[in-house]
């Protein structure tokens, strides 16, 4: 199994995405991030806590579907070779 496929479950429905864009959106309008929970910035994109299971890296709007399919390849190898890592030290360290 890779190591997306491992942890895979059902994503946040579209209807819950659209609602958390607006929370965010308020948000940015009120300059009042009190009521997010942001987990790290990176030079262009925030991730915050979408609830208790979810994170979401809110990010620039792509040019083309292109390049947002691109994105999204890479993220998934990024989670691919975390993963593997973890299991990689899982093997080394038992508790």
Do not use: N
């Not at 308020?26 to 994109?45: F, N």
């Not at 994105?71 to 070779?81: F, L, S, T, W």
């Amino acid at each position: 199994m890779r190591g997306s496929e491992a942890y895979a479950t059902d994503p946040p429905a579209d209807d819950r995405l659209w609602a958390f864009e607006e929370e965010v959106c308020s948000a940015l309008r009120a300059r009042d991030e009190s009521r997010l929970k942001i987990l790290g910035y990176g030079e262009v994109t925030t991730v915050f806590a979408l609830d208790e299971r979810w994170a979401c890296k809110r990010m620039p709007a792509f040019s083309s579907r292109h390049h947002a399919e691109a994105c999204a390849q890479v993220i998934r190898r990024y989670v691919d070779a975390l993963v593997a890592a973890l299991h990689k030290a899982a093997d080394v360290f038992t508790f």
